[in-house]
């Protein structure tokens, strides 16, 4: 009986998983009801299994002991905030679900089978959002939400165009790889996997997100410096940085007069939006300076921010997802996220310098790329993006460990 137990709680387990991906990008509902269902069956596993052979709740892997460091900051963040309730709100709802997402996808994508299903999953998930993409392009709403574009931004069935190129820079990396894994069998499939990443490359132009731009420039920049140091041959090397040189400012003088213009506002950091953006900064900084070690307190951003409001429109969030979790968790809790952020990346690498693997390289880049437009957007605060996040981290490892036989 425990094992017919355990057995329908795996299969829950796993296409919850499926399910809770997919409906990112659209459904902030399917996310929540996904999640409960898989938390309900993992708890119901465990307890099953309790008396059989289980050694740990957990699955081992190399971020456990920060990831408990992380959850017991914010339970201090709760003891010192402003505002108890929020915090109680925000531990259960948003602490506890992003850990326990991230223990899931480890334990549930842990061999090739469900590895090759989940990448799966992803492809029928960006290829349907570039339909829905190019349906709001030229009919001026989205299939999914009837959502319309943000004058010419495009934003699919996101709420705004910079939460599409949050989700977008993590995709895009790993289609751009994943026609280099050595996985695929046919040239079909790869042939078909870079056209699945060159047409999120162009949803992404037509986002005008420009720390979605940024980050993707950055993470494409991870990729060509990993990949270079695999070429042993400097002359190969500079040929290949001298290739993408001309094919950036190729690609500058093709592009729409409205993507370079809105390339041009870059530095025009003065005005409009961007002086927003920093006044929200401004904003954050003056809660840290005020609540420096442990923060205002979990999810208080919102309760707070509007004290600390010095322009029309701002109290809201900063901007800047590293400045939202100092204001709320304190400098302590934002060091304990980077150091999390370096371990991951630190194991990333010291993996693909034994395993030399395109998707996990693709997995890496794409978070980075994710990290750096965060630093510009709210993307860790927001219900999809944070979603994506915790579930890529988890899906990283757990690629590493498939490859490794763990």
Known sequence: MRERIIKVCNILLEWCLYLLFFCIPFAKAGIEIFFLVAITAWI?????????????????????????????????????????????????????????????????????????????????????????SFVQYFSGYDFLRHYSKEGYYLKASFSSH???????????????????????????????????GILLLICLFATYSRGAWLGLFLGLGFILFYSTLKIKKIKYKILIIIFLLVSLIGLFFIVPFTIKERLASIPNVQEGYGLNRINAWQEAFNIIEDYPLFGSGLNTYSFIG?????????????????LHMAAETGVVGLICFI????????????????????????????????????????????????????????????????????
Not at 71 to 93: R, Y
Not at 165 to 194: E, N
Not at 341 to 355: A, T, Y
Request: charged residues 10%.
């Open 306 to 322: 509007p004290r600390y409001k010095i322009f029309e429109g701002g109290g809201i969030y900063p901007h800047n997802s590293f």
């Open 44 to 132: 119901i596993k465990k307890l099953t299994s309790y008396k059989l052979q289980v050694t740990s709740y957990f699955t081992a892997t190399g971020l456990n002991n920060i990831l408990g460091w992380f959850v017991i900051i914010n339970i201090l963040t709760i003891i010192t905030s402003v505002n108890f309730i929020l915090s109680i709100k925000g531990f259960l709802g948003k602490i506890v679900e992003y850990v326990m997402l991230y223990f899931i996808v480890v334990e549930v994508i842990n061999n090739k089978k469900r590895m090759r299903n989940m990448l799966i999953v992803i492809l029928i998930s960006a290829v349907f959002m570039i339909m829905d």
């Open 162 to 196: 910079n939460g599409f190129g949050g989700w977008l820079v993590v995709l895009i990396p790993l289609f751009l790889c994943l026609p280099f894994w050595t996985g695929l069998k046919t040239m079909y499939q790869r042939i078909g996997l870079g056209i699945v």
């Open 339 to 406: 150091w999390l952020l370096i371990e991951l990346f630190k194991s990333g690498i010291r993996f693909l310098k034994n395993h030399p693997e395109p998707l996990v390289l693709g997995l890496l880049a794409g978070i980075l790329a994710f990290l750096v437009h965060g630093f510009f957007d709210n993307n860790l605060y927001s219900l999809q993006l944070a979603a994506l996040f915790w579930f890529m981290l988890g899906l990283t490892v757990s690629t590493q460990r498939i490859i490794q036989g763990f």
